[in-house]
């Protein structure tokens, strides 16, 4: 048994953290943040998580979609994180995004997401299990769990989910998987 101390994930540096930065807008560029987020089961009015929000590509694209109805969280290890998602959003003029700094707990009510996106961090998290424990508890009953992480292959990704019996794999939308709670 891993001690709970080390369990913790710890924030990136600062210089790693502008690296990603400037790595996800090459990349956003390539592949808009939106293309993903439409193949989530996000709708105008839902409220979303952003779990692992980093710099806010697609927490952003998310309340684009949810509009003034809807909500998102974006919740994030990294302080520094928290701050660019905040700054994005107001350079745009959006007002339904609330940050959460979090190592796991989101402090948000239980039931009240409608989609959880976890993308592209899966691979980084040092307590997976306890991460969907929260996830699962934060989702309302017919809430859906959007999973994309390149790190993994297919299977391996489904496998992973579903292992703890807190989802059920859904549909996959090229390459990003959708589950449901059970």
């Known amino acids: 048994m891993i001690p709970e101390k080390l369990k913790k994930d710890s924030p990136m540096s600062k210089s790693h953290f502008k690296f990603m930065v400037k790595h996800f ?5 390539e592949y808009p943040p939106l293309d993903k987020i439409r193949k989530t089961k996000i709708k105008e009015g839902s409220i979303v998580l ?4 980093g710099p806010g590509s697609y927490s952003i694209a998310a309340a684009q979609v949810v509009g003034d109805l809807g909500k998102v ?4 290890i990294n302080t520094l994180a928290i701050n660019e998602v905040k700054n994005r959003a ?3 003029g959006i007002n339904n995004i609330e940050t959460i700094l979090t190592n796991c707990n989101t402090n948000l009510d ?5 989609v959880v996106l976890l993308l592209d961090i899966y691979h980084n998290l040092s307590d997976p299990k306890s991460v969907l424990e929260e996830l699962h508890r934060v989702l309302k009953k017919n809430g859906s ?5 390149h790190h993994f292959k297919d299977d391996v990704i489904i ?8 989802f059920k794999f859904s ?3 090229e390459e990003l998987f959708n589950f449901i709670k059970v």
């Open 145 to 149: 769990l959007s999973v994309d992480d």
């Open 73 to 76: 969280y974006a919740a994030d």
């Open 25 to 29: 807008e090459k990349r956003d560029k």
């Open 90 to 92: 107001r350079k745009k």
């Open 110 to 114: 239980e039931n009240s997401i409608d």
């Open 171 to 173: 549909e996959r939308k």
């Open 50 to 53: 952003d779990y692992g929000c």
């Open 159 to 166: 496998s992973k989910i579903t292992s703890t019996n807190l």
